[in-house]
């Protein structure tokens, strides 16, 4: 069975300050790909990023980055310079890397809500 | 290039009765799935469609069904409404199973 957990219900922080958003996955899985995603208020998921779990590079974008360790099955998101409309709720994600029943299906955190403040 | 579509915004319905939500996938995607996304949790997949039939569903009972289009657009039925049925309704659209999955706005739906 697939798992997600986002220990982190709700951060927030000073507007610039850095906050880094914590990511558990549990799987069976040796092949897997590991999301990102946004929800602002108006309630669209935005995607972020996709990391199967091969390439444990981190990954930077701009002011985004995320460090993805398979020791730990940790899958951190942290943003520098934190902005107001960063302000939203992320989601991580876990998708199963290999075709056929049951592989299909993302599994959900239950989400970390960030507020920035100015 | 329009993203994922999804009709209607809101809807209101009362125990019992039946409802239809409406999506159309982004230009070039062919494989749509469902979510189903309660006040302050994380959208839960409901089923998978690629190729008009119905290729993984999860943990949702048989009066939730769906249809997807040979234009590939889908829709989502709802049978015998619940209160706990209330929810955002999410679709998304993908290129194949494992690459990024592209959300619509969601139809928000109430029962009464």
């Known amino acids: 069975a697939q798992k997600v957990t986002q220990a982190q219900t709700e951060i927030s922080v000073v507007e610039k300050e850095d906050v880094t958003l914590d990511c558990v996955y549990e799987t069976r899985d040796t092949t897997y790909y590991l999301f990102w995603y946004k929800q602002p208020p108006s309630g669209e998921l935005v995607f972020l990023i996709r990391r199967n779990s091969f390439d444990e590079q981190n990954e930077i974008s701009g002011r985004y980055s995320w460090n993805f360790q398979k020791s730990t099955s940790s899958f951190n998101f942290t943003i520098t310079a934190s902005q107001v409309v960063d302000s939203a709720v992320y989601f991580c994600?876990?998708?199963?890397?290999?075709?056929?029943?049951?592989?299909?299906?993302?599994?959900f955190g239950k989400g970390t809500k960030l507020s920035v403040i100015p | 290039d329009a993203g994922v579509t999804q009709s209607p915004t809101h809807l209101i319905k009362t125990r019992g009765q039946q409802v239809t939500l409406r999506c159309s996938p982004k230009?070039?995607?062919?494989?749509v799935s469902w979510y189903q996304q309660a006040l302050g949790q994380g959208p839960q997949f409901i089923f998978q469609y690629y190729e008009e039939e119905e290729r993984q569903r999860g943990n949702f009972p048989d009066r939730f069904s769906g249809h997807q289009f040979p234009n590939y657009s889908s829709e989502l039925n709802v049978n015998a409404l619940l209160l706990g049925d209330s929810a955002l309704y999410l679709c998304a659209s993908s290129t194949d199973w494992v690459n990024e999955q592209f959300f619509g706005p969601g139809t928000r739906l109430t029962v009464l």
């Open positions: 994600a876990l998708l199963p890397g290999h075709s056929g029943a049951g592989s299909y299906q993302l599994t």
């Open positions: 230009s070039g995607h062919d494989t």
